[in-house]
């Protein structure tokens, strides 16, 4: 916006025009114009602002989220905002802010870690025989049949399976 507010101005507007072209106020159309012409470029960035200074140095930001993507802590999946936070040095708020300000939630991760890949395949390679065996009865129609009488299922999940791994 500051930069449209100056280059308003160059092209011979009024201080009340930029504002109505822009859609701002005038007295913040007012405020950029004199600080460009005293500091060109430099006047405007942001000047320090009253208040309390950061206590959390960019670096320290930069490593929050770089761990927090990159890493993962031993015995677990993701970080939590305390476990970071023990790791780092930092506060456990201090942590969470930088989490929300970059919307990082490490706690809905889309993909897996490899571990957790790992031990879903190996799942799978378990209950896979006893799923393709339950498929076939379907596929046959016996299930419907069982209904009546469920302590048969077992005997006769077995006996598809011992069929299926003959094949």
Known sequence: MRSRIVLAATEGLSTSAVARKLDINVATARRWRPRFLDQGLEGLLDEPRPG???????????????????TSPNNATHWSTRALAAELGLSQTSVSRIWR???????????????????????????????????????????????????????????????????
């Open 52 to 70: 309390r200074p950061r206590t959390v140095a960019d670096e320290q930001v930069e490593q929050v989220i770089t761990r927090t993507l990159e």
């Open 101 to 167: 300000a970059f919307g990082l939630q490490p706690h809905r991760q889309d993909s897996w870690k490899r571990n957790q890949r790992e031990v879903n395949a190996a799942h799978a390679r378990q209950r896979g025989p006893g799923e393709r065996a339950n498929a076939q009865l379907e596929s046959w129609r016996i299930l419907r049949k069982i209904r009546c009488c469920p302590h048969q299922t077992t005997s006769l999940v077995k006996a598809v399976l011992v069929l299926i791994l003959a094949d």
